[in-house]
């Protein structure tokens, strides 16, 4: 693996330019678009959930054909960001911004009318492709259009409303399901697609010009994502967040069965549970916005690792001494998790600072690799029963004892890759300065 200056961008830093500034009143929209259009993935992927038992009814179809059709939708997530990313580059963002969510708003319209579950699999898999652009995209945007200590506090408000979403689409898509069928969920995302349709024409304007655009072609832009896939500190940061990321859908996989059946919680009481860790994840995503200024974004990555898995730890170590006890269950998990809250902003962050010269790769790389390992943990969770909460506990420990692997030999945070020189901090405080005393 290659190795550049810490702060250096990769592969064709001539071609940066430091983006103008943008009236705050259009900042917010825009942000508030992109984190929008950020959420449609894991709203996609969760709001169907609860109609699983009437799905299998309604296309006399089995519960691991219908499980299937999420394994699409992630597959085609997926690959569709590690496709679109570095098309964009090439082609600019708004243009395949725009086809992405319109092709959104089809493919849930095609889930809506498909017969059986294999149209509803293929459906789910173009939806999934479509649904990348936004991901994918959204992060290019706020890298192509911010600069200095911007960038970690718009990844946060992406981060937040990640967080945010998989809380709220199983609430919504059983709101749904209590008035209509389970094919109302996709006329509800189609609904969800066309409104933010109209947000992109209205409020995403074009955030790469032409003149910054990569010319070597479809073929280039991929051997860019090579480059970077070829440098030890940029890979380093993306398997952070692979890895955490995996410890993240573990336990959205297994925290269901452990607290419902081994601690005897009510469906209801689960979803109170859920959802206090995700407000710890967005307290951490808010710390991690504050001190982002102040405290260089290596140091917060680290600490946020750490504390995450020795959150991990103690969970194992209690299930190994002291047993299975809901408390020490629920307390471990808080820990672990709300640290990740912390993780996600700190990596993008870093990573896409890194990778600015082609943030359309950058970003297809960061959220590919993301999804993809997540995807391959989840199911494992389930395949070592259900009796107890190790095997939760070990699979999300490893994922996060890998992690810290990643940071320390790859991205090795002392070398401060992707930091934000302090000339961007003090250049971003006059410009505050200057605006208030205007």
Known sequence: MTSTSPNQPLARSAN?????????????????????????????????????????????????????????????????????????????????????????????????????????????????????????????????????????????????????????????????????????????????????????????????????????????????????????????????????????????????????????????????IFAVNAIGMLLAGITFGRLASRVPLNRLLTVSTGVSLLGALAQVVLVATVGETFVGTWITLFVSMSAIGMVFPAVMSLGQTLGRATPGAASALMGGLQFLFGAITAPIVGLFGESSSMPMAIIILITLLLAVLALVTLARPWLRHGEIPAEDHSSHQLAEQTSQAG
């Open 16 to 272: 940066v330019s430091r983006p103008s500034a943008t009236p705050p009143k259009r900042t917010s929209a825009l942000v508030l678009v992109l984190g929008a259009l950020t959420a449609v993935a894991p709203l996609a992927v969760d709001m169907y959930v609860p109609g699983f038992p009437s799905m299998g009814e309604s296309l006399h179809t089995s519960s691991s054909a219908i499980q299937l059709t999420m394994t699409a939708f992630l597959v085609g997530l997926v690959m569709g960001q590690l496709v679109i990313g570095p098309m964009s580059d090439g082609l600019g963002r708004r243009r395949l911004l725009l086809g992405g969510v319109i092709g959104f708003v089809l493919t849930s319209l095609l889930c809506v009318l498909a017969p059986n579950a294999g149209i509803l699999t293929a459906a789910r898999f173009l939806q999934g492709v479509s649904a990348a652009a936004g991901m994918v995209l959204s992060r290019a945007i706020i890298t192509d259009r911010f600069h200095g200590r911007d960038i970690p506090r718009y990844f946060a408000i992406l981060s937040q409303i990640l967080g945010i979403a998989p809380v709220a689409a199983p609430v919504l898509g059983g709101a749904v399901l209590a008035v209509s069928t389970w094919r109302a969920i996709f006329v509800v995302l189609a609904a969800i697609g066309v409104l933010l349709v109209i947000a992109v024409v209205v409020k995403v304007p074009e955030s790469l010009p032409p003149e910054r655009r990569h010319r070597d072609g479809l073929g280039g832009n991929f051997r860019a994502m090579g480059r970077l896939v070829g440098h030890r500190g940029f890979m380093g940061y993306v398997l952070v967040l692979a890895f955490t990321s995996a410890s993240l859908f573990s336990y959205i996989s297994g925290s269901s069965f452990v607290f419902e059946r081994l601690h005897g919680v009510s469906a209801t009481g689960y979803s109170m």
